[in-house]
């Protein structure tokens, strides 16, 4: 089965770059990695996505290894607006699978 | 940005009634909606896989018979959740992909499911 794994959570000071690192070793070629988070009793909200290359965008950066088994999202100065819980997910034919996500911790 | 409605967004039964929770794109057209369960403290589970005018797809272990969904139309799919048990209590939260842009899935805000 497709999977991703994520450190259960994170911690990082106010205003310092954060890195999520994700594990994709099953994804397949066609596959989109997806970046959500979600905050207590809300629905997800969609950070980013990406095929191979990195990307960027005005929440956060995506570095994709080369081998695509792996990919980091990039907060790049995180505020306590940011604390949530981050999903890295296969998009694998249209479908959301969905990893067991990071929960961040921002300290001020 | 896109956005997903969900309404109710707190509902509290009587165990044996059913509860129907609906699901609307605002901004745009979703020939495909996915419907999600969440218990506390894990990920999100997908039910099903809602396409508008044809049946569901429901994930292994889901009951379609107790789980109904209709996606009568590019705006609107709905859950009922029939004769709910407490073990039926969680967080339910629709999302739905933009046809016009695929890879994007836009999430609703969730309802919360009380089966007392």
């Known amino acids: 089965d497709a999977k991703t794994t994520q450190p259960n959570s994170m911690e990082s000071n106010e205003e310092e770059p954060v890195h999520l690192p994700c594990n994709h070793s099953?994804?397949?070629?066609?596959?989109?990695i997806h970046w959500y988070r979600q905050l207590p009793s809300q629905g997800p909200e969609y950070v980013i996505h990406?095929?191979?290359?990195?990307v960027n965008n005005r929440m956060a950066s995506l570095a994709i290894a080369e081998d695509r088994k792996s990919s980091t999202l990039i907060l790049h100065r995180a505020t306590l607006r940011d604390a949530a819980v981050y999903y890295c997910?296969?998009?694998?034919?249209?479908?959301?699978?969905w990893g067991a996500g990071t929960k961040l911790i921002i300290k001020p | 940005g896109a956005v997903v409605s969900q309404h109710p967004s707190r509902v509290i039964c009587k165990s044996g009634t059913s509860v129907k929770i609906e699901c609307r794109s605002l901004?745009?057209?979703?020939?495909?909606m996915f419907w999600y369960r969440q218990f506390p403290k894990q990920s999100l589970m997908l039910m099903a896989t809602?396409?508008?005018?044809?049946?569901?797809?429901?994930e292994q272990g889901v009951e379609k018979d107790k789980f109904l969904i209709n996606h009568a139309s590019l705006t609107l799919s709905t859950l009922t959740v029939t004769s709910a048990h407490p073990e039926d209590s969680s967080f339910y939260i629709c999302?739905?992909?933009?046809?016009?842009?695929?890879?994007?899935?836009?999430f609703g805000p969730g309802t919360r499911l009380t089966v007392t």
């Open positions: 809602s396409n508008e005018g044809s049946k569901a797809t429901y």
């Open positions: 999302s739905a992909r933009d046809s016009q842009a695929p890879y994007e899935q836009y």
């Open positions: 901004d745009f057209q979703a020939t495909t």
């Open positions: 997910i296969q998009d694998s034919n249209y479908q959301l699978i």
């Open positions: 099953t994804i397949s070629g066609t596959d989109y």
């Open positions: 990406g095929l191979t290359s990195n």
